[in-house]
Nanobody, 128 residues
Framework: QVQLVESGGGSVQPGGSLRLSCTASGSILDADGIGWFRQAPGQEREGISCISNSDGSTLYRPSVKDRFTISRDNAKNTVYLQMNNLKPEDTAVYYC?????????????????????WGQGTQVAVSS
């Protein structure tokens, strides 16, 4: 059983940065990967990034590519999401989840996910 806890959210101005953390109570290596998702008010949950547990490869949705970086520290059972050059449209609750193939995370239509293990979410607000 994997339990996930997100942290690191907050309020920043456009162009600012935040680093989110996703810490697992069980071994995250039991999953194919760890994905980051976000859900803005009134919108479906969208997968934005994923890191594979097998080889550390990473994938991003185009809306965050080149601004966000996903990484992991296996010794700490933690996956990070470094978010730079934040925009108002990045405002959302951010979640992590234990996932299957990473390609599903960043290509499926928002809301079309069926994962068992989610964190509680952390709020990110970007405004001037």
């Amino acid at each position: 059983q994997v339990q996930l806890v997100e942290s690191g959210g907050g309020s920043v101005q456009p162009g600012g940065s935040l680093r989110l953390s996703c810490t697992a109570s069980g071994s995250i290596l039991d999953a194919d990967g760890i994905g980051w998702f976000r859900q803005a008010p009134g919108q479906e949950r969208e997968g934005i990034s994923c890191i594979s547990n097998s080889d550390g490869s990473t994938l991003y949705r185009p809306s965050v590519k080149d601004r966000f970086t996903i990484s992991r520290d296996n010794a700490k059972n933690t996956v990070y999401l470094q978010m730079n050059n934040l925009k108002p449209e990045d405002t959302a609750v951010y979640y992590c989840a234990a996932v299957g193939p990473c390609i599903i995370v960043v290509t499926h239509a928002p809301g079309m996910y069926n994962y068992d293990h989610w964190g509680q979410g952390t709020q990110v607000a970007v405004s001037s």
